[in-house]
């Protein structure tokens, strides 16, 4: 099968795990309890208010209704209205768009060049002190969940020792302008990832230097440096490229956790504040970018993979 | 123990105080001695993400509630007792009979320059009561007459009442009745009478106000005022002690047990704001026996609970709202724990052995904690208490019409308002289900007459009644408890959504 073929046929895929997701989010949505009106009232539940406010909202109207004018809008790149503000959703994912995207990328920038380097540096010095001192390091981080490292960093670097600021209050939206802001976050979203894929490195360089080529390559007279790093370190990164795609995925997630100890107005903190109220509309376009972001980078992932490697991507 | 993610970040701030104790020795320094002008001052508050708004008819949550407050007036508000007092309203005289009340402006104007006239005091009432739309204000100020109203000049108001109201101020002062200019619908840059003004807004991130020199009250001390968004309670309390904000609003006893003596954070604790209780139907099984009811009182270790629950930060309650305020009875001894008599009223109301199901959820700061303190309270009286915790973001809706018992808070109001709202037959957040058609005629006679003396004996009836056989069991008040940075000066200790609270004009950097 060709390159563009297998493409086509995963980006078909693709669009229908999209809507495959848009659906259950709206079913989910609606089985929550309470709805949009109920979640406005709040603490002022007067039932006729509640009543009024639906109607308002328009959600005396039939959910089938509803979710099939919200579908029909999605070919325009129509995302509907929020329930509870009356903006457009484009206008809230442009919004947090902007957060979120400054730590995703920050954080995959960062991530290869130091796991690599970690993963090098223990494998080239493979049982000694600097390997078991990483191994250490690596192993003991990977096994503190997010929330639980960015509570301790906050406490002993933004509060204790005021070196960094606690959280991006008052940042706003451009968090470049105040690269300050940014540091306590990118730590916790790289120090797991930074443990995972430099063991994967770790482990494929100490293979690949044990690998007959490279044994080859020495008795050619080949200089250390070049064989190292011209033939060792690309078969070492094979299995590290698909492990940073499922990071990417992973990120999501870690992102919604970051942004909500940081204070940081990204998509994360518009989900879950379009959960807590219901707004179907926002929850709904938020589950699609996030669902169009996965699908597209384990995409390119796969591509990546059926360009090393055609035989074992699984096209059979 | 489960720790939910909410849980974890809690920890946040614990953990925070924790670290710092070993360097807060000194006291705080104390905030400069007199009033200084100038500065930006932040505040953060929670917010509800990017659904906030500006126009203040649709005010819902505390930061919109403290920057409507900021940019506009409302014709009265709520002072330290939480009765009505005079704000854009000079004054008000009501006829003899209740049914027209006449209103003087005071001299103010718009940020825009335009004097502030009756013709602008009716439309934005109109507006709130506007039958298509669905503001908080609507039921406040039903029962003006609004076809019958008129301006009389410029600066005078006259209002016709559908029925007799004494208590005609309190709606005055509702929650969300802020005097906009005649005929504004578009707030993305809002013009209003109050001490700042208006300068940019980035949804569920912040707002900028400037100071506005030609407030009727008096010019603010600070320059500038920036509403700052914070959701979690220990990223407020971060954020202040890591110097990203002066002011953070709403924080836990935890946090101020924690902070005290701090030289980062001075604390500013509001007594009688905020009441704890719990809500038994009458109107169903088991609650529906008085002597049920009594049982609970009598269960409940009052001291206790303000103990574990509000760290300390408050005071009992004596299963009546509104300690502290106008018509409260305080002549009504203090319940307290009687375990032996809870035991007999249970096995006389033959509920021994009976579990009863509490609803509680995290929709407000100790429900869960007092949930179960309480429910450890009634362990060997007979009676098992089950803690069921629901989802927080339809707790109050679900608890208005399900269970027999459940938690209960509510900020302050006045007790008329309070017993308008829950306690009569008609009241639409009544969750208590109490219905009693000579109650409805006590409220009624205490809200139609001129007579102070007979006025105050219907309250202290209808509190009687309430404190006897009612559903409410109110243990405590809560502290409202603000942090702000020593630098702060004239934060007013006051309730949550009175006149004096987040009052920014009073307030200056030191």
Not at chain 2, 287 to 294: A, G, N, S, T, W
């Amino acid at each position: 099968m060709s390159l563009r073929r297998y493409a086509v046929r995963r980006l078909g895929l693709g669009v229908l795990q999209v809507l495959a997701v848009a659906t259950l989010v709206f079913l989910l949505v609606r089985a929550l309890p309470g709805d949009a009106a109920v979640a406005l009232a709040g603490d002022n539940p007067d039932p006729r208010r509640i009543e009024e406010i639906r109607v308002a909202m328009g959600l005396d109207q039939p959910a089938l209704e509803r979710w099939w004018a919200w579908l029909s809008g999605l070919p325009r790149l129509d995302l509907g209205v929020s329930l509870i503000s009356g903006r457009p959703v484009s206008e809230f994912l442009l919004d947090g768009l902007g957060p979120t995207a400054a730590l995703a990328v920050l954080t995959l920038v960062l991530l290869v060049p130091v796991s690599v380097l970690v993963g090098v540096l223990a494998a080239l010095r493979e049982g000694g002190v600097l390997d078991r001192v990483l191994t250490a390091i690596s192993v003991g981080l990977h096994s503190i969940p997010e929330f639980a490292l960015a509570i301790v960093l906050i406490a002993l670097f933004g509060v204790q020792l005021r070196w960094l600021p606690p959280t991006a209050v008052g940042a706003g939206g451009n968090l470049l302008a105040h690269p300050e802001v940014l540091v306590l976050p990118l730590v916790v979203l790289l120090a797991r990832p930074i443990c995972s894929i430099s063991r994967l490195v770790r482990a494929g360089m100490i293979d690949a230097l044990a690998s007959d080529h490279v044994r080859h390559a020495r008795r050619l007279g080949i200089g250390v440096t070049r064989i190292r790093f011209a033939h060792a370190l690309p078969n070492a990164l094979a299995p590290a490229v698909q492990q940073v795609a499922r990071t990417t995925d992973w990120l999501l997630g870690g992102v919604i956790v970051v942004e909500a100890v940081f204070v940081i107005p990204g998509l994360g903190t518009a989900l879950v504040d379009a959960v807590a109220g219901r707004d179907l509309p926002v929850v709904q376009g938020l589950a699609v970018v996030f669902a169009v972001t996965t699908v597209l980078v384990n995409l390119l992932a796969d591509l990546a993979a059926f360009r090393l490697a055609p035989r074992s991507a699984g096209l059979a | 123990m489960t720790l939910t993610r909410r849980g974890f970040l809690g920890l946040t701030a614990g953990l925070s105080a924790v670290t710092l104790t070993g360097c807060a020795t000194d006291a705080p320094a104390p905030a400069a001695a007199g009033p200084r002008g100038g500065g930006r001052l932040r505040a953060a508050f929670a917010g509800g993400g990017a659904k906030e708004v500006l126009d203040p008819h649709l005010a819902n949550l505390f930061v919109e509630a403290a920057r409507s407050k900021a940019v506009f007036d409302k014709l009265a508000d709520l002072g330290q007792d939480v009765s009505a007092q005079p704000r854009l309203a000079e004054k008000w005289e009501p006829s003899a009979d209740l049914l027209r009340w006449r209103i003087t402006l005071r001299e103010a104007v718009f940020h825009n320059g335009k004097p502030v006239r009756a013709q602008d005091v009716l439309a934005s009432y109109a507006r709130i009561l506007d039958p298509q739309r669905t503001f908080r204000a609507k039921s406040s100020l039903s029962l003006i007459d609004l076809p019958n109203s008129r301006a009389v000049d410029d600066r005078t108001v006259e209002f016709a009442l559908t029925r007799p109201f004494v208590e005609f101020p309190n709606a005055l002062a509702a929650f969300g009745t802020y005097i906009v200019p005649e005929g504004t619908e578009d707030f993305t840059a809002p013009i209003g009478s109050g001490p700042f003004r208006f300068e940019s807004f980035a949804p569920g991130k912040s707002v900028l106000l400037k100071r506005n020199a030609d407030y009727w009250e008096g010019a603010p001390h600070l320059d500038e005022l920036e509403f700052v968004i914070a959701n979690e309670e220990s990223a407020r309390a971060n954020a202040l002690l890591g110097g990203q904000v002066e002011y953070a609003h709403d924080l836990t006893p935890t946090t101020a047990r924690a902070n005290t003596g701090s030289d980062r954070m001075t604390l500013h604790r509001s007594p009688n704001s905020a009441v704890q209780s719990f809500a038994m139907k009458v109107d169903r099984a088991p609650f529906d026996d008085p002597d049920l009811r009594e049982a609970l009182f009598l269960l409940a270790d009052r001291p206790q609970l303000v103990e574990a629950v509000l760290g300390g930060s408050g005071q009992v309650g004596n299963d009546l709202f509104g300690k502290g305020y106008e018509h409260y009875a305080d002549d009504i001894p203090q319940r307290g724990r009687d375990l032996d008599r809870a035991k007999f009223l249970i096995r006389k109301a033959g509920a021994e052995g009976l579990t009863v199901r509490l609803d509680t959820s995290t929709a407000a700061a100790g429900m869960v904690e007092a949930a179960t303190v309480f429910a450890d309270q009634a362990k060997g009286s007979g009676l098992t208490i089950e803690v069921v915790t629901g989802n927080k973001d339809s707790y109050w809706s679900d608890t208005l019409k399900n269970g027999s018992l459940s938690s209960f808070r509510s900020g302050a109001m006045p007790i008329e308002t309070h017993i308008a709202q829950r306690l009569l037959s008609d009241s639409g957040t009544n969750v208590t289900k109490w219905a009693r058609p000579e109650f409805d005629a006590l409220y009624r006679k205490a809200v139609s007459t001129v007579d102070e003396t007979e006025r105050a004996a219907a309250y202290r009836e209808m509190q009687g009644s309430l404190h006897a056989q009612g559903g409410y069991l109110m243990w405590g008040f809560a502290d409202w408890i603000v942090g702000t940075s020593p630098n702060v000066g004239g934060v007013a200790t006051a309730p949550a959504n009175t006149l004096d609270w987040a009052r920014f004009d009073r307030v200056w950097l030191g």
